[in-house]
């Protein structure tokens, strides 16, 4: 069958796959599990609802809840007929709330449950709020929902007729690292060529694998890998929390999940700090197979000693690893900020294949993507360009993208618009290097900055470095128009703990810690040991440790897990202004 808009994928998986479990959900304790057939039910359902309730197309909702079954019904049902989703991250303010919804004229707004319900009421006006948890004195889903059970369908099937692969189907607003928040306007089309461009780099099988979700579904990210699912018969499961998915993973059994890498820098942390507290010959094992994947290289034959090695080191440790993740992964696609190679090299030899991709929320997200094959994955690199997509790189080494995925524009900000979109060019703001087909990442364009001596520095790509040390969490570079480079540091705690054991230094706690002057001179060493690794002008001069971990809640990070720098910069003023003053 022809898909052009983006709700017509239900149709195409029933006529394809007919999923018995096409979306399922723990909840208290067993999965809601619903079938390809039931998702149509209910979604049908939905869009007469809407249709009764005066939502019509181009009119806009507001979605906001942690991933959920009803978090899809809602989406799926505003597309059929015609109507916008406006969805957010539930960790934004109420402020936040606010203004996106009287920006993008939000007429009813959806929300999870009472923690979200309590930030948006104040900032709702009029507005009509239903929720996916039943809550005291709030409009329930399911009973809006059954408002349409008896409706016309024949209504609904014109309001599906009258909708186009051109017509805007989402407007998402930009976590908002800098000023206020950014609409991207993306159109069924945008996102269903990259639901096709995507489908061709994923290699689990069509119509029985499983995926386990728990990255958000307001990000386009996992909100396209959604519609990919549906695309490919991917039984989709959320999450029961990110603390949870441990116990997921092993339940789901999954063969493919999207990740980031801070997640995946938190597993591998864990792995380590599970080998230092093993002791004799099997400690000794852990970082014999731990060193031979650090020098792995996909497609390269490092010949048969190595070969055999590698082996048994799957036989003996590597194979635990994989158990940890369910066992069955066939692929882990990672995405929204760089992943550092010694990761992706060291989980490519343990057979578990990290697919790097890159892509904005202004291209539907995917520009390039990796295939989880040995000949064609290139560490370092970010994948090759999908179908349909071109991409040159600016003078200035920028990267700029053409393509039917890149977005339509930013809602109601038509300067801001033809900054970025420029004779159909998207300036993405990152700097890249095309190598034949592979593209490379090397920094965000807004993110680098110039010395007091005119040098340019690259902070992520420093930051990836440094944080290769096991003693190191968190790191941010600092020191545009200084006359050096500097870095506020979190430091591991598992591995300033376990390094203290080794030294027999007693580890009271974390704080008390990182004043005292042998750990000082410690991290001082490891800065000293990972310097030699930039030109001089890059390399960092003085740091400063800092005992609380930068977190979404707190405010440091995006809901990607992304560095918020002007956030920290400011939080830590006094700190950075003391790298210069003395």
Request: aromatic residues 12%; hydrophobic residues 40%; contains cysteine.
């Amino acid at each position: 069958m022809e898909i052009n808009r983006l709700f017509d994928l239900i149709a195409y998986q029933i006529s394809i796959y007919d999923k018995e479990v096409a979306l399922a959900r723990k909840v208290n304790g067993s999965w809601n599990k619903y079938s390809s057939r039931q998702l149509k039910e209910i979604t049908d359902n939905f869009s007469l609802a809407f249709l009764a309730a005066g939502i019509s197309k181009g009119k806009k909702v507001a979605i906001i809840s942690d991933n959920r079954e009803e978090w899809n019904f809602v989406d799926l049902a505003l597309q059929q007929i015609g109507a916008i989703s406006v969805p957010m991250y539930p960790t934004i303010t109420s402020e936040d709330y606010r203004y996106i919804f009287d920006h993008a004229e939000v007429e009813m707004i959806f929300v999870g449950n009472q923690e979200i319900y309590e930030k948006a009421k104040p900032v709702a006006k009029d507005r009509k709020i239903y929720s996916f948890d039943k809550l005291e004195g709030v409009a329930f889903w399911e009973d809006f929902m059954k408002t349409g059970e008896h409706q016309d369908l024949a209504q609904l099937e014109q309001s599906k007729d009258s909708v186009d692969g051109s017509d805007l189907f989402t407007i998402i607003y930009t976590s908002g690292t800098t000023g206020r928040p950014k609409g991207v306007m993306l159109t069924h089309k945008n996102v269903l060529s990259n639901v096709i461009g995507v489908s061709k780099f994923i290699l689990v099988d069509k119509g029985t694998s499983r995926v386990l979700s728990f990255l958000p579904l307001c990000h386009i990210y996992e909100r396209t890998g959604f519609f990919c699912c549906l695309y490919i018969g991917s039984s989709v499961y959320y999450a029961e929390s990110l603390e949870k998915i441990g116990e997921n993973l092993k339940e789901v059994k999954p063969h493919l999940f999207n990740t980031v890498p801070r997640l995946l820098e938190k597993i591998f942390d864990k792995i380590v700090s599970k080998g230092y507290e093993l002791t004799g010959i099997k400690k000794s094992l852990f970082f014999w197979a731990l060193n031979l994947g650090l020098r792995y290289e996909p497609n390269v034959d490092q010949g048969a000693w190595y070969n055999w090695q590698l082996k048994m080191a799957n036989k003996l440790i590597f194979s635990k690893w994989r158990e940890a993740l369910g066992g069955e992964v066939i692929q882990i696609n990672s995405g929204a900020s760089a992943l550092q190679p010694r990761l992706a090299r060291v989980f490519w030899a343990a057979g578990i294949k990290i697919c790097e991709g890159y892509g904005l929320t202004e291209t539907s997200p995917v520009v390039s993507a990796s295939m989880g094959t040995h000949e064609a994955i290139k560490i370092g690199y970010v994948g090759k360009l999908i179908e349909d997509v071109s991409v040159k790189i600016a003078e200035d080494g920028e990267i700029l993208v053409k393509g039917p995925n890149v977005m339509q524009g930013y809602y109601k900000q038509e300067e801001l618009t033809a900054e970025v979109l420029q004779n159909g060019w998207f300036h993405t703001g990152d700097i890249g290097e095309l190598e034949g087909e592979y593209l490379k990442i090397t920094d965000r364009k807004k993110e680098m900055f110039k010395t007091s001596g005119g040098k340019y520095v690259a902070p992520q790509v420093i930051e990836n470095k440094i944080k290769e040390s096991a003693l190191i969490d968190q790191i941010m570079v600092v020191g545009e128009n200084r006359n050096f480079p500097a870095a506020l540091i979190v430091p591991s705690e598992e591995g300033l703990r376990e390094y203290c054991r080794y030294k027999g230094f007693p580890f009271t706690e974390l704080g008390e810690m990182i004043v005292k002057p042998e750990i000082i001179e410690k991290f001082q060493r490891e800065i000293d040991d990972l310097n030699k690794y930039f030109g001089k002008w890059e390399q960092i001069k003085q740091f400063k440790l800092i005992s609380n971990a930068w977190g979404i809640e707190t405010g440091e990070l995006t809901p990607t897990m992304k560095l918020k720098r002007k956030v920290i910069h400011s939080k830590y003023e006094n700190e950075i202004e003391a790298f210069y003053s003395s």
